[in-house]
């Protein structure tokens, strides 16, 4: 198997998008474009983040420890910023009512961290990397757990 360069791989995907593109409604393309807003949000937030490290002369374990759990509105109320330890993320209206909506609706605490992992390891692997959150059963888990639980209610429709 010949291995690929690494501009290859962007091409393809690229080309790959843009065919898909075709085929989503506008809805879909603005949801897209606001995951493209946070990953380019959450790309310089990493790149300052490092430098900071850097300036500091820390390692990432060293930066953190101790992890707090902070969840902070938008003006707007359209983008949320997760804030674990110092790694700082932005999650979108949706993605922080499916996590509020898991914390309220599983049976236990044990269920509500199980089913947070699965859907952060699926949708959004950068938090859990970012964070050192290695499983369910982390402290921080726990901690998000609790500050989503204190922060927000669930709404009945």
């Known amino acids: 198997m010949a291995k690929k360069k690494p501009g290859q791989t962007r091409a393809k995907l690229e080309r790959e998008l843009r ?21 380019i949000h959450n790309a310089r937030v990493d790149r300052i983040n490092n430098v900071a490290r850097e300036v500091r002369g820390t390692t990432t374990a060293e930066t953190h420890s101790p992890q707090g759990v902070e969840i902070e509105e938008s003006e707007g109320g359209k983008v949320f910023f997760l804030t674990i330890g110092r790694t700082r993320k932005v999650l979108n209206l949706e993605e922080l009512k499916r ?10 605490k044990s269920d509500a961290l199980r089913q947070l992992y699965t859907v952060l390891s699926k949708e959004r692997r950068d938090i859990l990397s970012d964070a050192h959150i290695g499983g369910p059963q982390s402290p921080v888990m726990g901690k998000l757990f609790q500050a989503v639980r204190t922060k927000f209610k669930l709404q009945d429709r």
């Open 19 to 39: 065919d898909a593109i075709k085929e989503i409604d506008e809805e879909g393309l603005l949801f897209l474009l606001q995951q493209a807003g946070v990953l």
């Open 99 to 108: 996590i509020v909506r898991i914390c309220y609706a599983a049976e236990t």
